[in-house]
T-cell receptor, first 113, second 113 residues
Framework: GNSVTQMEGPVTLSEEAFLTINCTYTATGYPSLFWYVQYPGEGLQLLLKATKADDKGSNKGFEATYRKETTSFHLEKGSVQVSDSAVYFCARYSGAGSYQLTFGKGTKLSVIP | NAGVTQTPKFQVLKTGQSMTLQCAQDMNHEYMSWYRQDPGMGLRLIHYSVGAGITDQGEVPNGYNVSRSTTEDFPLRLLSAAPSQTSVYFC????????????FGQGTRLTVV
């Protein structure tokens, strides 16, 4: 089926460290791919997206590149801040014409000063 | 901009009680969805609607009911609450084009005792 697998946390980093959160998807078609972020006590909000192979989504210093050859969409940031502490979800639509966003299980990131 | 508004934010129910979780959006979005978020499970789709008068089941619909009488509102009804329905519920909306971002409400934390 159509699924998303992301690395499970929690992940704890020191401020200014490099962040990578891995995400892979099942290769059914060429889905749009998303990273959502959930700050404590809030709903999910879109962090970045990519709609086709080799696209790079970026926002707030975060980047992710749509890699068709490895079916991956890894999230990276060069220097994390305490304010980046949140839960990050990788997501895709379930297929052509689908209305369902399929989410990974989420990765909790804690950044310590 | 209000975006997607969910009420209430917190609710405690006794087993067997019924209640309605409210969701309203002011962006004139066609698609609306309800998800539940459980630890280690990511978000799972309960029901969705592609327009007023049209609803369909998602991945985990049992025990829930929905209706869509207007574009703005998409209430979720728990018919007879069970402890297994203890969760955080999120409503989301988006435009009708496949690659568009979904906007989420801030969530309703429901506890069934």
């Amino acid at each position: 089926g159509n699924s998303v697998t992301q690395m499970e946390g929690p992940v704890t980093l020191s401020e200014e460290a490099f962040l990578t959160i891995n995400c892979t998807y099942t290769a059914t078609g060429y889905p749009s791919l998303f990273w959502y972020v959930q700050y404590p006590g809030e709903g999910l909000q879109l962090l970045l997206k990519a709609t086709k192979a080799d696209d790079k989504g970026s926002n707030k210093g975060f980047e992710a590149t749509y890699r068709k050859e490895t079916t991956s969409f890894h999230l990276e940031k060069g220097s994390v801040q305490v304010s980046d502490s949140a839960v990050y979800f990788c997501a895709r639509y379930s297929g052509a014409g689908s209305y369902q966003l399929t989410f990974g299980k989420g990765t909790k990131l804690s950044v310590i000063p | 901009n209000a975006g997607v508004t969910q009420t209430p934010k917190f609710q405690v129910l006794k087993t067997g009680q019924s209640m309605t979780l409210q969701c309203a959006q002011d962006m004139n979005h066609e698609y609306m969805s309800w998800y539940r978020q459980d630890p280690g499970m990511g978000l799972r789709l309960i029901h969705y609607s592609v327009g007023a008068g049209i609803t369909d089941q998602g991945e985990v619909p049992n025990g829930y009911n929905v209706s869509r009488s207007t574009t703005e509102d998409f209430p979720l009804r728990l018919l007879s609450a069970a402890p297994s329905q203890t969760s955080v519920y999120f409503c989301a909306s988006r435009q009708g084009v496949l690659n568009t971002e979904a906007f989420f409400g801030q969530g309703t934390r429901l506890t069934v005792v």
